[in-house]
């Protein structure tokens, strides 16, 4: 019975918490003072952070806080192509929750953490990168750029997004950081208890 009751608590605890995140996830698209929009091309500060905290949770939770985060740019009126990009987070969201699960201790080195971060946003440019070019591709939005097709791609979207997002997780973890030791949930993937 008291096991019972600890196990509930426990899911209580983290749907709670997911759904915090969710609707972070959620209003900061829509209430960020810091953001540049044109074209296909956004950059709001913070968007990610959410989602990079439900990293810690389980893969299912990332994915789904990825997905809702993809909901708030669509009801902030941000254009397909930037929705299309949230959409497309739940690449490097599986891949870094699923590395969590299996092992999370290097998080606590900053190098290692610093690489994972790499990593994991490197997918997130590529998938933002695949996305808009699917979007050009198809004609339903223009990438012009001084530079030229390619190498405009490559810097708005992947580059952009690799500082962004790295800028984003490391918040996240700060954030964590602090409040791992203030809550009484207890991100199941997060080293520092």
């Given at each position: 019975?008291?096991?019972?009751?600890?196990?509930?608590?426990?899911?209580?605890?983290?749907?709670?918490?997911?759904?915090?995140?969710t609707a972070i996830g959620i209003i900061i698209p829509m209430i960020s003072p810091i953001k540049i929009a044109f074209g296909p091309f956004s950059w709001t500060?913070?968007?990610?952070?959410?989602?990079?905290?439900?990293?810690?949770?389980?893969?299912?939770?990332?994915?789904?806080?990825?997905?809702?985060?993809?909901?708030?740019?669509?009801?902030?009126?941000?254009?397909?192509?930037?929705?299309?990009?949230?959409?497309?987070?739940?690449?490097?969201?599986?891949?870094?929750?699923?590395?969590?699960?299996?092992?999370?201790?290097?998080?606590?080195?900053?190098?290692?953490?610093?690489?994972?971060?790499?990593?994991?946003?490197?997918?997130?440019?590529?998938?933002?990168?695949?996305?808009?070019?699917?979007?050009?591709?198809?004609?339903?939005?223009?990438?012009?750029?001084?530079?030229?097709?390619?190498?405009?791609?490559?810097?708005?979207?992947?580059?952009?997004?690799?500082?962004?997002?790295?800028?984003?997780?490391?918040?996240?973890?700060?954030?964590?950081?602090?409040?791992?030791?203030?809550?009484?949930?207890?991100?199941?993937?997060?080293?520092?208890?």
């Amino acid at each position: 019975m008291k096991e019972s009751i600890s196990v509930s608590k426990k899911n209580t605890g983290k749907m709670t918490t997911v759904a915090l995140l969710t609707a972070i996830g959620i209003i900061i698209p829509m209430i960020s003072p810091i953001k540049i929009a044109f074209g296909p091309f956004s950059w709001t500060l913070g968007s990610h952070i959410a989602i990079d905290m439900a990293l810690f949770i389980s893969p299912a939770s990332a994915a789904f806080v990825a997905l809702a985060t993809s909901f708030g740019f669509l009801m902030a009126g941000f254009p397909l192509p930037v929705v299309f990009r949230a959409v497309s987070h739940l690449l490097f969201t599986l891949v870094g929750a699923y590395t969590l699960q299996r092992s999370n201790e290097f998080v606590l080195n900053p190098w290692k953490r610093t690489l994972f971060n790499a990593g994991i946003n490197s997918l997130h440019g590529l998938g933002e990168m695949i996305v808009i070019h699917c979007f050009v591709t198809a004609g339903l939005t223009s990438l012009d750029g001084q530079y030229g097709y390619w190498a405009s791609l490559f810097i708005l979207f992947g580059v952009s997004s690799l500082f962004h997002g790295m800028m984003d997780f490391e918040l996240g973890y700060l954030f964590l950081k602090y409040l791992n030791k203030h809550l009484p949930y207890k991100f199941p993937r997060f080293p520092i208890k």
